[in-house]
T-cell receptor, first 114, second 115 residues
């Protein structure tokens, strides 16, 4: 089945710097890759997603890139702010998304220091 | 985005009792709902996929007789943890799929503590 690896597990940056989180997946049939932000004790919130027919997507300070050949995708946050501090999860939808279920990476705890 | 609610938000129970958790899609019809379990400082682990009107599909290692899932309507799925034990203490989160086959909307989660 699908396996999603996420790195790093923790990331500390200074306010204003950029943060990059990387994920790899194993199932070449996966075609949907969302990123979720989860604050302590709360539900995951979708922050950006990308589908396999697109190589890059940007939404203000957040961008995601996808390399289908290498089977990896990355989250880029620019001009980080303290409120960006949270745990970020990448995910992949296997079976070409036909079943809708997501396989999550283990998460990255991002700390943005003011 | 679409709204998913869960009830209760927190529950404390004695070992050996059963606990029911409800997951509702408030403003959309969810033909598919997913149940996840999240231990402290860990990722979300998919437990089962619940389709309205049919039996749930459980992930490997998840006991279907212990975690009973019912998806009786397009807006309600329930997870019952039977004969709960302390090791079942966790954060249980549901999600529903609206519209396309991918985008999932998560409930706020239920914190289960088994004494």
């Amino acid at each position: 089945g699908e396996n999603v690896e996420q790195h790093p597990s923790t990331l500390s940056v200074q306010e204003g710097d950029s943060a990059v989180i990387k994920c790899t997946y194993s199932d070449s049939a996966s075609n949907y890759f969302p990123w979720y932000k989860q604050e302590l004790g709360k539900r995951p919130q979708l922050i950006i997603d990308i589908r396999s027919n697109v190589g890059e997507k940007k939404d203000q300070r957040i961008a995601v890139t996808l390399n289908k050949t290498a089977k990896h995708f990355s989250l880029h946050i620019t001009e980080t702010q303290p409120e960006d501090s949270a745990v970020y999860f990448c995910a992949a939808s296997p079976y070409g998304g036909s079943q809708g279920n997501l396989i999550f990476g283990k998460g990255t705890k991002l700390s943005v220091k003011p | 985005g679409a709204v998913v609610s869960q009830h209760p938000s927190r529950v404390i129970c004695k070992s050996g009792t059963s606990v029911k958790i409800e997951c509702r899609s408030l403003d959309f019809q969810a033909t598919t709902m997913f149940w996840y379990r999240q231990f402290p400082k860990q990722s979300l682990m998919l437990m089962a996929t619940s389709n309205e009107g049919s039996k749930a599909t459980y992930e490997q290692g998840v006991e279907k007789d212990k975690f009973l899932i019912n998806h009786a309507s397009l807006t309600l799925s329930t997870l019952t943890v039977t004969s709960a034990h302390p090791e079942d203490s966790s954060f249980y989160i549901c999600s529903g799929v609206a519209g396309g086959p991918h985008e999932q909307f998560f409930g706020p989660g239920t914190r289960l503590t088994v004494l």
